[in-house]
């Protein structure tokens, strides 16, 4: 498709659910992100994939929060044991280059994101 | 500390009008990339402007211009002849070239644009 697509769009889980959250990137686009956003709060970063590899982790709130890209693709981001703090909603983006070059090339491009409510 | 401060929460601007976002910075790299998203209700983040930390010329797309103050750190947004559709939350970030290269977002500015 055209843009970075998300799914499930909405999605209600009851306390101690499992989740798993699909992203599926802008064609070619090697860097792959996940952010976490709180309502009436800016995106934090989750996670980063450039292809394959997941080369930082370091926002992942917990153990529970897992992700994957294991064909340098689709990336799913679950989440196990869900809890009430966990609802937000969680964005997927994609850039084309895999460094920080400063050119409009590297601009990340967001999905609509996955609104996931626990309750 | 914050690597990215908006200041104001919400904003109003009279259609056709022209109107300022707010956007500070604080960064040690050298190199870096300054964005502008828009956030309708419906979620997604849309990319509206893009300026390099070593661009002369202050960036423009459309009726959006980024006002780019390098000394003082400073990156507001400008959008001239306001429309009903500008309607949305607006969110300022920074990419820098060290660790994942992500984008560090302000807490946005939700704008109101009045009929």
């Known amino acids: 498709g055209a843009g970075v697509s998300q799914s499930p769009r909405y999605k209600v889980a009851k306390r101690g659910q499992d989740v798993a959250l699909r992203c599926d990137p802008i064609s070619g686009h090697v860097s792959l992100f996940w952010y976490q956003q709180a309502l009436g709060q800016g995106p934090e970063f989750l996670t980063y994939?450039?292809?394959?590899?997941?080369?930082?982790k370091s926002g992942l709130p917990s153990d529970r929060f897992f992700a994957e890209r294991p064909e340098g693709s689709v990336s799913t981001l679950k989440i196990q044991r869900t809890q009430q703090e966990d609802s937000a909603v969680y964005l997927c983006?994609?850039?084309?280059?895999?460094?920080?070059?400063?050119?409009?090339?590297?601009?990340?491009?967001f999905g609509e994101g996955s609104w996931l409510t626990v309750v | 500390a914050q690597k990215i401060t908006q200041t104001q929460p919400g904003m109003f601007v009279q259609e056709k009008e022209a109107v300022t976002l707010d956007c500070t910075y604080d960064?040690?790299?050298?190199?870096?990339?300054l964005f502008w998203y828009k956030q309708p209700s419906s979620g997604e983040m849309i990319f509206l402007i893009y300026?390099?930390?070593?661009?002369?010329q202050n960036a423009t797309e459309g009726r959006y211009s980024l006002n780019f103050q390098k000394a003082r750190k400073s990156a507001n947004l400008v959008i001239s002849a306001s429309q009903l559709g500008d309607s949305a939350m607006y969110f300022c970030?920074?990419?820098?070239?060290?660790?994942?290269?992500?984008?560090?977002f302000g807490t946005g500015t939700r704008l109101t644009v009045i009929p």
């Open positions: 960064t040690s790299d050298q190199s870096y990339g």
């Open positions: 994939f450039q292809n394959e590899a997941q080369l930082d």
């Open positions: 300026q390099g930390s070593y661009d002369e």
């Open positions: 970030a920074m990419r820098e070239p060290t660790g994942a290269n992500n984008l560090f």
């Open positions: 983006a994609s850039s084309l280059v895999s460094q920080a070059t400063y050119s409009s090339g590297n601009t990340i491009y």
